[in-house]
């Protein structure tokens, strides 16, 4: 079965340091990845997100992710944590459903990012 | 252009009532999903409606239902609710057509249960 791990359900950084937060997924073939972040009592923004092509990719607010296929991993990354990217960060695999459907995201069980001043 | 919107944002309701959380997607966006969140189980999918059809249904037992109007705005409903259905609900929009579409996410709506 298709399934999304986020390893590390808490991290703490300190502002200024760089991060990453880990994402993992069991798939039979190459699935679209995403990444959301959600604020205490918000829905979830799209960070990024990565279909096919050059496996490294560029969102908002300063972060990256890669897509390594021999690892099944699609880490997030950013080189300089700001305050306020204290937030919880999510994972989704976006599986192909019958006719092309994209409506079923597969999400990790989240990293709550902590940032100290 | 104007983000996803579900209303209400917050409800509070008895174990055995009956509910329905509304949705306006994006303009444009024909495809609209459901997810549910909780704490212990995290996010999971409900269903997915495009075009009004459901195209797509997670492992959620009847009580749970939805429907998608003409206009894409989209409802569920969830019939003799139990305590473990406190929840925030998303919904989230998205082009909906074959390949790939990300999905944009409402605030959600917080339901508690008593």
């Known amino acids: 079965a298709q399934s999304v791990t986020q390893p590390d359900i808490h991290i703490t950084v300190s502002e200024g340091a760089s991060l990453e937060l880990r994402c993992n997924y069991s798939y039979g073939a190459t699935p679209y990845l995403f990444w959301y972040v959600q604020s205490p009592g918000q829905g979830l923004q799209l960070l990024l997100k990565?279909?096919?092509?050059?496996?490294l990719v560029q969102g908002i607010k300063g972060f990256e992710a890669e897509f390594k296929r021999s690892q099944s991993s699609f880490n997030l990354r950013k080189p300089s944590v700001h305050w306020s990217d204290a937030a919880e960060y999510f994972c989704?695999?976006?599986?192909?459903?019958?006719?092309?459907?994209?409506?079923?995201?597969?999400f990790g069980k989240g990293t709550k990012l902590s940032v100290k001043p | 252009k104007a983000g996803v919107t579900q209303t209400p944002r917050y409800l509070i309701k008895t174990r055995g009532q009956q509910v329905t959380l509304s949705c306006s997607p994006i303009?444009?966006?024909?495809?609209v999903s459901w997810y549910q969140q909780t704490p212990g189980q995290g996010l999971q999918f409900l269903f997915e409606y495009f075009s009004e059809t459901q195209r797509n249904k997670g492992n959620f037992p009847g009580r749970f239902s939805g429907r998608q109007f003409s206009n894409s705005r989209s409802e569920m409903n969830v019939s003799t609710l139990e305590l473990g259905d406190s929840a925030l609900y998303l919904c989230?929009?998205?082009?909906?057509?074959?390949?790939?579409?990300?999905?944009?996410f409402g605030p959600g709506t917080r339901l508690t249960v008593t």
């Open positions: 990565y279909f096919s092509g050059d496996t």
């Open positions: 303009s444009g966006h024909r495809s």
């Open positions: 989230a929009s998205s082009m909906g057509g074959t390949g790939g579409y990300e999905q944009y």
């Open positions: 989704a695999v976006g599986p192909l459903g019958y006719g092309g459907s994209q409506g079923n995201l597969i």
